[in-house]
C-alpha cells in the first residue's frame, strides 16, 4: 500500500496538498514502483498534529480521487469522518482506512450497506495528545480486545468479515517499548483477520536508530519485511520499490524453498 499524503504536512516532505498535479504524479510513481493499492489521507494523524476541518479535507481528498479512478489498483481513503467516507465512497474508494477502528457513532450506518472494504485501526487518544502519556496495563491484550470490539461492531452492522482489516496501530498512543511488545506478538493480533501494518519513516523507527524522518529508508525496509515474515497481509509504506525489492529478495530466500 502506497501513501499519497495530501497534507500540508512538510515534516516528512511527503505533503502533496498545495499541487493536485503533482499528487497524481506522484501515486502513479507509487504503482508503476509496484504499489498493489494506494492510501490517500487528507488530514494529518502524525502525534501533534490538529484536525483539518471537514471542507478542507474533502477539498484535498476528492479532484485527486477522482483523477485516480481507473489507475488499475485499488483506493484507499484514510479518514475518520462519516461524511468523508460517504463522499469518497461516491466518488469510487475501495477500502476505507479509519485510524479510530469506524467509532463515530455515524461511521458504521455510513459504510455497511456499501462493499468497500474497511481497515479498523487501534488508537489510544487523538493525534493531537496521543504521545504524551500512552498507557497500559497490557498493550497487546487492550488493542486485540479494541480490535475485537470493533470487529464485533461490525458484524452487528451486517458487515461481512471478509471486508475487514485488522492494524494495531503503531505510533498511535504508544511507547517505544509499547510498539515493539505488539510488533512482537503480531501474529496474534490479526484474530483471523488480514493484518495491516503501518510503520515507514515513524518515530519508533528514529527512536531505534537515531536518525531523523528523512534517513529512515533503511529502518522502514527491514521493518516492513520483519511485519510481513510476522504476517502482515498489507504493508503501509512510502517507499515502494525499496519494500518491493527487500520483500522480493525475503520470498525468493525464504519463502519459495523448493
Ligand atoms: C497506520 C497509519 C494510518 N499511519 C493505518 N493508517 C498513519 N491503517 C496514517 C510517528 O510516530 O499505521 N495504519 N494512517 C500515519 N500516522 C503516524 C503516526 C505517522 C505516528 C507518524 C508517526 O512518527
Known amino acids: 500500500m502506497g501513501i499519497v499524503n495530501l497534507t500540508p504536512d512538510s515534516f516528512s516532505g511527503d505533503g502533496l ?15 508503476a514502483a509496484g504499489a498493489d493499492l494506494l492510501d490517500l489521507g487528507a488530514e494529518s494523524s502524525r502525534p501533534g498534529a490538529q484536525p483539518t476541518p471537514l471542507d478542507e ?32 465512497l461516491a466518488a469510487g474508494a475501495d477500502l476505507i482506512n479509519d485510524i479510530s477502528g469506524l467509532s463515530d457513532p455515524e461511521a458504521l450506518p455510513a459504510v455497511a450497506a456499501t462493499s468497500c472494504g474497511l481497515c479498523l485501526m487501534h488508537m489510544q487518544g487523538t493525534p493531537g495528545t496521543m504521545q504524551q502519556q500512552p498507557a497500559y496495563a497490557d498493550v497487546v491484550a487492550e488493542v486485540a480486545g479494541f480490535l475485537a470490539e470493533r470487529v464485533a461492531a461490525c458484524r452487528q452492522a451486517g458487515i461481512a468479515d471478509e471486508r475487514l482489516l485488522l492494524d494495531p496501530g503503531f505510533g498511535f498512543g504508544k511507547t517505544l517499548a509499547h510498539n515493539l511488545e505488539l510488533f512482537r506478538h503480531l501474529p496474534q493480533l490479526g484474530g483471523g483477520f488480514p493484518l495491516l501494518v503501518g510503520v515507514s519513516r515513524k518515530s519508533m523507527l528514529g527512536a531505534i536508530t537515531g536518525k531523523p524522518v528523512e534517513e529512515r529508508l533503511a529502518a522502514s525496509v527491514a521493518a516492513a519485511v520483519l511485519a510481513a515474515q510476522r504476517g502482515a497481509a498489507i504493508l503501509r509504506v512510502h517507499d515502494v520499490a525499496a519494500t518491493r525489492d527487500a520483500l522480493a529478495v525475503w520470498a525468493a530466500m525464504e519463502c519459495d524453498v523448493d
Open 17 to 31: 496538498a498545495k499541487d493536485r498535479g503533482r499528487a497524481v504524479a506522484h501515486a502513479e510513481a507509487l504503482i
Open 57 to 88: 479535507e474533502l477539498e484535498r481528498l476528492l479532484p485527486v480521487l477522482e483523477a485516480l479512478k481507473g489507475c488499475g489498483v485499488p483506493l484507499s481513503v484514510d479518514t475518520y469522518k462519516p461524511v468523508v467516507m460517504k463522499a469518497a
